[in-house]
């Protein structure tokens, strides 16, 4: 059994069709995020479902895909407009 564990998914779509798409699929998955750019919590198998969920949507000749984990034991570093705060070992940006 793998263990769950922080991820990026990250996602540029040209089309509005695709991206609603996308949208819908990953916001069954997020924790939270915006835009294009999700923080998910996922064991591997779960990843690797999600991330064909999404590339069999998308444009693989004009859209890009980026799933990316975090890793725990490093420091996460934050700037710009809001307040970070630690729930849960999750870091969420307001």
């Given at each position: 059994?793998?263990?769950?564990?922080?991820?990026?998914?990250?996602?540029d779509i040209s089309?509005?069709?695709?991206?609603?798409?996308?949208r819908?699929?990953?916001?069954?998955w997020r924790l939270d995020g915006q835009k294009s750019v999700h923080e998910c919590r996922l064991d591997n198998r779960?990843?690797?479902?999600?991330?064909?969920?999404?590339?069999?949507s998308i444009d693989k000749n004009t859209d890009k895909l980026l799933m990316a984990w975090l890793e725990?034991?490093?420091?996460?570093?934050?700037?710009g407009i809001g307040n970070a705060r630690l729930d849960n070992d999750i870091l969420h940006i307001r």
């Open positions: 059994m793998s263990s769950i564990r922080q991820v990026i998914v990250a996602y089309s509005n069709k695709i991206r609603n798409k996308v819908k699929i990953i916001g069954e779960q990843a690797e479902e999600l991330f064909l969920q999404i590339g069999a725990p034991r490093r420091k996460i570093l934050t700037r």
